[in-house]
T-cell receptor, first 117, second 111 residues
Framework: NAGVTQTPKFRILKIGQSMTLQCTQD?????MYWYRQDPGMGLKLIYY???????DKGEVPNGYNVSRSTTEDFPLRLELAAPSQTSVYFC????????????????FGEGSWLTVV | KNEVEQSPQNLTAQEGEFITINCSYS?????LHWLQQHPGGGIVSLFM???GKKKHGRLIATINIQEKHSSLHITASHPRDSAVYIC?????????????FGKGTHLIIQP
């Protein structure tokens, strides 16, 4: 089973360039999330979506954009990359709100390592 | 705002030892997750619990709601248990954005 798939795994960007991190899930989950993980820090929520056509900002949304045109896909767009966006990015999904019911857990992709130079 | 603290930050132990990782949070929660991050980076959910104790193989997770504290135990630890263990708390008033993550505990089990 594929689960949550995100690409690319590794990318080096120059300052000012733009790129899109792709995320797709095949579990028919309604909720999808983008997190970033910086060294020595906990995961921080960038954006999330509770269903197709619905997105909302998380804790650290500046410099990013998302869209959710289908249930399966939730791409993260970086506009005008900055060194502060050097991080590991994780896409995740859950059927409904995580923790609201027994067995509703969260599934993560393998991570995308992004370096902005 | 919920704060989630984990201890220890780093732990090195010998194969076979009993391991305990602690997680404390500051406000009421509706659920707590324990996650495992492999050396290659992938994150896997181990447990989700809102009360009592859960067991899966050699892993045991407990939570004390009154004390705002959870522990993850590993019995008969093995080098393949080496990973970063992360707790994440879903605060009671939270929406879909309601998970707060700890910084993780880096566990190394030496043969």
């Amino acid at each position: 089973n594929a689960g949550v798939t995100q690409t690319p795994k590794f990318r080096i960007l120059k300052i000012g360039q733009s790129m899109t991190l792709q995320c797709t899930q095949d579990m028919n989950h309604n909720y999808m999330y983008w997190y970033r993980q910086d060294p020595g820090m906990g995961l921080k929520l960038i954006y999330y979506s509770v269903g197709a056509g619905i997105t909302d900002k998380g804790e650290v949304p500046n410099g990013y954009n998302v869209s959710r045109s289908t249930t399966e896909d939730f791409p993260l767009r970086l506009e005008l990359a900055a060194p502060s966006q050097t991080s590991v990015y994780f896409c995740a999904s859950s059927y409904s709100q995580v923790g609201r019911s027994s067995g509703n857990t969260i599934y993560f992709g393998e991570g995308s390592w992004l370096t902005v130079v | 705002k919920n704060e989630v603290e984990q201890s220890p930050q780093n732990l090195t132990a010998q194969e076979g030892e009993f391991i305990t990782i602690n997680c404390s949070y500051s406000v009421g929660i509706s659920a707590l997750h324990w996650l495992q991050q492999h050396p290659g980076g992938g994150i896997v959910s181990l447990f989700m619990l809102s009360s009592g104790k859960k067991k899966h193989g050699r892993l045991i997770a407990t939570i004390n709601i009154q004390e705002k504290h959870s522990s993850l135990h590993i019995t008969a630890s093995h080098p393949r248990d080496s990973a970063v263990y992360i707790c994440a708390a879903l605060h009671s008033g939270g929406g879909a954005d309601g998970l707060t993550f700890g910084k993780g505990t880096h566990l190394i089990i030496q043969p």
